[in-house]
């Protein structure tokens, strides 16, 4: 026998199936329309390989992409590590689906200060705009972090807009995203938002696309309340040392920050297309 | 996460993809077991063919950004000169190397970059160790079938090309690039008429043999599969006529973007002329030059 209070439950369990049921269908549905993408293995900026920026294109219809890199942060008081992975498939022209994990040793004071462990992303690339004349290239990205990691806490939502601008050899990327926290410590901030600017361009004389180096600075958010803003500059290059093989490294350091400082990062790691 | 948050996402996703205007662009090149057998296996091929891949790329951006005349050839002639002395690896990244062609006539940039991607896979195929007659016919098959699938595939010729005034225009570049697109059709045919035990000899004497920059214009139709693969054409000869096809668009382009007698081209007019051409070739000509 059911009593009434366990039956109430079991239909609010229920309609709250139904309605994520629903909030998937939608998403899905959203995600599967399609527009444009390009054929790219050096130029395709994915962020954190190496460095924050990405660029505003999806990864081209039916190619897979997997990633992975070992991060090292040199903190105030402390450091953390730890390795990322990242898949990346072309669903249709112009959309890009994906998922990736990070994890950083310390999760438990990590979560503290707003740095995830362990959470699984998922996230959706669109091409809005391709690169005209007169036009930059535009992308918008929505993403949903899952508290899959050790002391994480509530699902967060990820937007971003991306541009792009072609000059020559050289491209100029501008990001910004904003990001709305699902559960957060009295300490924590609910929301954040990130700009980051950036450039990258071909290093061969011959123009040859094998070899990229980037830069980029970045204003985020303090994800600790009452601190200052953090502003980050990078730079790092791509390398391709496959037909669908790119050899990745980047380093960066956060100019301001107070306690939450990276005073230097440095990443490696490889992507490959398929 | 409030259901707010996640619906008015959803609902300004939504809203960005139907106000997107995007055009079909190519898929990534097709997979199967052969993929980059050129590559792994005939390393200094691969390397000489993405040399002429470079100029061809190289040479559509100057001539779509300044038009063909004696300054361009000079330099493309140079450029391509210090490729053949250290060839690339890897291919190229074509709308990296060509932007503004890729964006301000992005419809023959995908036609000719779709074209590449068939051709490097038709020699993909024809360079895999497990490759048999059969297997061959049979992937060849499906890869027409996939690169007939896209908006932007060149259908056959819709005439016999006129003569070409680019040749005069762009003596030397014209030169080096009617040698390299003859390669193509001879590291083809050099693959097609052995079985791999016998490829990589046939290949290196090839190379071995051949002049990258001769002093003398090539005949033109030497650089044509029909003439120059025989093997290619007697047993593929759809694929034969689709890489003429391609090769032709592009011998065309170039003739597109020659000058008149008189005066330089001007923007309208290499507008014009590369929108007649997408029409001629059936291809839509929306687009081209626009802002």
New interface residues.
């Given amino acids: 026998m059911i009593s009434p209070a366990a039956g109430d439950c079991l239909r609010k369990e229920l309609v709250s199936v139904r309605?994520g049921r629903q909030?998937i269908l939608?998403?899905c549905?959203?995600?599967a329309?399609?527009?444009?993408?390009?054929?790219?293995?050096?130029?395709a900026l994915e962020p954190e390989r190496p460095i924050s920026m990405e660029d505003a294109h999806a990864?081209?219809?039916?190619?897979l992409g997997i990633s992975a890199d070992w991060t090292q942060n040199w903190r105030e008081g402390r450091n953390d590590y730890g390795p990322a992975l990242s898949f990346l498939y072309?669903a249709a022209?112009?959309l890009e689906l994906g998922a990736s994990v990070r994890w950083v040793t310390s999760p438990s004071v990590n979560s503290q200060r707003g740095i995830s462990s362990g959470d699984l992303v998922l996230h959706?690339l669109?091409?809005?705009?391709?690169?005209?004349?007169?036009w930059p290239a535009l992308a918008?990205r929505?993403g949903?972090e899952f508290p899959t990691g050790l002391d994480s806490r509530?699902?967060?939502?990820h937007?971003a807009a991306l541009a792009t601008r072609?000059?020559?050899?050289l491209r100029l990327h501008a990001n910004f995203a904003y990001t709305?926290?699902?559960d957060t410590t009295a300490s924590e901030k609910k929301d954040r938002l990130v700009a980051i600017a950036g450039v990258d361009f071909?290093t061969s004389s011959?123009?040859?696309?094998?070899s990229l180096l980037l830069a980029d600075v970045a204003v985020r958010s303090n994800p600790v309340r009452d601190e200052e803003t953090i502003v980050t500059l990078e730079a790092g290059e791509r390398l391709?040392i496959g037909?669908?093989t790119v050899l990745f490294a980047g380093a960066g350091s956060d100019l301001t920050g107070e306690r939450e400082k990276v005073h230097f990062r440095l990443r490696v790691g490889l992507s490959f297309?398929? | 996460m409030s259901r707010f948050c996640l619906a008015a996402s959803a609902a300004a996703f939504w809203l960005v993809v139907g106000l997107a205007e995007g055009q079909p662009e190519e898929p990534f090149p097709p997979k199967g077991d052969y993929n980059n057998s050129v590559h792994r296996f005939f390393p200094d091929l691969d390397a000489k063919l993405n040399t002429v891949r470079y100029g061809r790329w190289r040479a559509l951006e100057i001539a779509w950004v300044s038009g063909i005349d004696a300054r361009g050839d000079n330099e493309l002639s140079s450029y391509y000169l210090r490729l053949v002395s250290d060839p690339p690896r890897f291919d190229p990244e074509a709308f990296r190397v060509a932007p503004r062609f890729s964006r301000e006539a992005s419809v023959l940039f995908r036609a000719l970059h779709w074209g590449q991607v068939f051709e490097a896979q038709v020699l993909d195929i024809l360079a895999s160790p497990d490759s048999s007659p059969a297997l061959a016919s049979q992937r060849m098959t499906r890869l027409l079938a996939i690169y007939h699938r896209e908006p932007f595939a060149i259908r056959s010729p819709p005439s016999e090309p006129p003569p070409s005034p680019a040749v005069a225009a762009a003596p030397m570049s014209a030169r080096l690039l009617v040698a390299g697109t003859r390669l193509f059709t001879f590291a083809a045919e050099d693959l097609a008429a052995s079985d791999f035990g016998q490829q990589r000899w046939r290949v290196k004497k090839t190379l071995d043999d051949y002049d990258f920059t001769p002093s003398d214009l090539p005949p033109l139709e030497t650089a044509a599969y029909r003439v120059s693969a025989p093997t290619v054409q007697s047993r593929f000869p759809e694929i034969a006529a689709q890489l003429d096809a391609i090769a032709q668009l592009r011998r065309e382009l170039f003739d597109a973007l020659v000058p008149g007698p008189d005066a330089a081209l001007s923007r309208q007019d290499r507008n014009r002329r590369a929108r007649d051409l997408a029409r001629r070739w059936g291809l839509p000509a929306e687009g081209i030059g626009e802002r």
């Fill in positions: 309605i909030r939608v998403v549905a959203a995600l329309l399609a527009a444009p993408s390009r054929a790219q293995v050096v130029s990864i081209p219809y039916r190619a072309g022209r112009g959706g669109y091409d809005v705009h391709e690169e005209t004349a007169a918008a929505v949903v509530g699902t967060d939502l937007l072609t000059f020559g050899t709305r926290l699902g071909l011959l123009g040859l696309t094998d391709r037909n669908r297309y398929y």
